[in-house]
């Protein structure tokens, strides 16, 4: 059973940048399609970015040129560059593991990121 845990949220400026780290366990996520969502209080989650086990990855329009999704898999690690932070970034992120072997989809708690002034 994997575990994912993601750390790096708070708050920040707008036009300032974060780096938010999911660190699994429990399992080599190697083999696994990793991605971030994220989600607001009454809306649906909606993907950031996903990068697969080649390292190819792909962006929401809302993140393209703005945040870059990063995989280490020696070290079970995902990683989210997120910069040019807007309001409407405002939002828990969530880091998300597919096993494509099984279908089965694991899920970290979620870490807030909040873009204030």
């Known amino acids: 059973q994997v575990q994912l845990v993601e750390s790096g949220g708070g708050l920040v400026q707008p036009g300032g940048s974060l780096r938010l780290s999911c660190a699994a366990s429990?399992?080599?996520?190697?083999?696994?399609?990793m991605a971030w969502y994220r989600q607001v209080p009454g809306k649906r989650r909606e993907t950031v970015a996903r990068?697969?086990?080649?390292?190819?990855?792909e962006y929401n329009d809302f993140a393209e040129g703005r945040f870059t999704i990063a995989r280490d898999n020696a070290k079970n690690m995902l990683y989210l560059q997120a910069n040019a932070l807007k309001p409407e970034d405002t939002a828990v992120y969530y880091c998300?593991?597919?096993?494509?072997?099984?279908?089965?989809?694991?899920w970290g708690q979620g870490t807030q990121v909040t873009v204030s002034s």
């Open positions: 998300n593991a597919f096993d494509m072997s099984n279908y089965q989809n694991y």
């Open positions: 429990g399992g080599n996520t190697s083999g696994y399609v």
């Open positions: 990068i697969d086990t080649r390292g190819n990855s």
